[in-house]
């Protein structure tokens, strides 16, 4: 198995304890624009790209959530870093479980946003992966994209949504696919009650993908975890509704 080397950054307080931020498959570090003002006051942030998403390598497919997940395990022990919290968005978080039933010394806190301990069937991704490999990316734009806002964000903040369309229309298109491929048959529910680490589970209220009861459930499995639901942002919580999240994260991953 080879580990790829993720692109990276760091920012904040060079000193400071490391929250590292997993973006959802679909986006880059970019993502997380909107939390970087809170968290960075006193913390160091670690923000990634996936495989075939931005600078990172895209190796030839298909992947598997524990190869993505040990890329960010590769990482951390590259830069040093032993022990840090947490915070995955959509598949992000699917990686960071991964890590904090396999390898639970490497999480302090945990923060999973839109996140889900399965893939619902009904989602389609290997179908996904088979329009990229066949189409391009184009093919699947409109349907990858438009569970990420409300339509009133694209009412409100056009630009914001014609942002993120235009970020993913620049991914490795076999690295999609091939992300895709992991997310098609995930199913970390065996996982769920090795989790020992805080850990908050946040879920949009509009979320077409992974509707609360979703996140409900995996908070559900999770002992000692918060559950929470924020109103008036579907996919990308953490973008439509930067407001609610941010309070939320510095309270459980930067207090």
């Known amino acids: ?3 790829i080397p993720l692109q990276h950054r760091f920012d904040g307080p060079s000193h400071a304890p490391v929250v590292l931020l997993v973006p959802p498959f679909g986006t880059k570090m970019s993502v997380w624009e909107p939390q970087m003002p809170e968290l960075t006051r006193n913390r160091r942030v670690l923000r990634v790209n996936h495989r075939g998403h931005g600078s990172s390598p895209a190796p030839q497919g298909p992947y598997t959530v524990e190869e993505l997940a040990l890329d960010l395990l590769g ?8 022990r840090v919290s947490a915070v995955g968005a959509g598949f992000g978080g699917s990686l960071l479980l991964w890590i904090a039933a396999n390898s639970p010394r490497t999480l302090d806190r945990v923060a999973l946003l839109g996140a889900a301990s399965r893939t619902p069937r009904m989602h ?3 179908r996904v992966a088979s329009r990229v490999r066949e189409e391009g990316l184009g093919s699947v734009t409109a349907d990858v994209v438009r569970p990420w806002f409300t339509p009133d964000m694209g009412d409100e903040r056009p630009e914001v949504v014609a942002r993120f369309t235009e970020d993913f229309g620049g991914l490795d298109p076999d690295g999609f696919a091939s992300v895709c491929d992991a997310l098609a048959g995930m199913d970390q529910r065996h996982l769920v009650s090795a989790v020992r680490v805080p850990t908050l589970v946040a879920s949009a209220a509009h979320d077409p993908l992974l509707p609360p009861g979703y996140g409900r459930r995996l908070a559900d499995g999770i002992d000692g975890s918060r559950f929470e639901v924020v109103s008036g942002a579907a996919h990308l919580l953490g973008v439509e509704r930067a407001d609610r999240v941010n309070e939320l994260l510095v309270e459980h991953v930067a207090r």
């Open 124 to 126: 389609g991704w290997g």
């Open 75 to 82: 990482l951390l022990e590259s830069q040093g870093l032993t």
């Open 1 to 3: 198995m080879t580990l």
